[in-house]
């Protein structure tokens, strides 16, 4: 007695050329939104370390200025490196406080952006993936009932071959859009963080410059 065994690739080499096109979509969107999760986890991670540094140093430190002179020799600040030493340096010449506080506001905003970057193929492929998977399916089950209509006799072993190469599109596309979606809300979850600790201290900062003005 022959039993049925799943075998992923010989489905892909039976299946029709639309459910192979649909696998093959599905698996580049994989790849691609895992090299991007990857990525994106490496870059928050670092972000974070890099807050946590320089806060610790900032706060051990007394003297703005001298602060301001060892990030000046910097040749690449970044996060809150850079909202501080634009503040300071908006600050000493301008003696204004808004003014410090518009350009630490648009450096932040600029932040947020090079954070959110990528997310929006993230955010589209957790959405469209099962989609595209149920296609795969639905094209799949269409050609298989198309098929039994030419046969007199019709039995499991004929039906299941076809009936499982459909529904690996659809297992393809949850596969690709679940991490795609569990990546997507730990990053805006975490920007969120982030663009709050800037936020919080450029206010901290403006509060410290107030007390020279």
């Known amino acids: 007695m022959n039993s049925f065994e799943l075998d992923i690739f010989s489905l892909f080499l039976q299946a029709s ?26 870059t928050l991670s670092r972000t974070k370390k890099d807050i946590f540094n320089f806060e610790k140093y900032f706060w051990s430190q007394k003297e703005l200025d001298n602060v301001f002179k060892n990030i ?55 959405s469209v993936s099962p989609f595209i998977g149920l296609f795969g399916t639905v094209w799949g089950i269409m050609n298989a009932f198309g098929g039994l209509a030419q046969l007199t006799q019709v039995s499991i072993t004929v039906v299941a071959p076809g009936i499982s190469e459909a529904l690996v599109a659809t297992a393809l596309g ?35 410059l107030s007390r020279k003005n």
């Open 17 to 42: 050329f639309v459910v192979q096109l649909v696998m093959i979509i599905l698996l580049f969107a994989s790849v691609s939104s895992w090299w991007v999760i990857f990525e994106r986890w490496t």
């Open 72 to 126: 000046s020799k910097k040749h690449k600040k970044i996060g809150l490196e850079q909202i501080f030493f634009v503040g300071f340096e908006e600050f000493n010449k301008s003696k204004s406080l808004n003014d410090a506080k518009k350009v630490m506001d648009i450096t932040i905003s600029r932040h947020e952006q090079v954070l959110e970057n990528k997310l929006s193929f993230l955010s589209t492929v957790a």
């Open 174 to 208: 949850l596969f690709t859009a679940i991490p795609a979606l569990i990546s997507y809300n730990w990053n805006v979850s975490n920007i969120d963080k982030i663009l709050k600790n800037y936020l919080n201290f450029s206010e901290e900062l403006l509060i410290i």
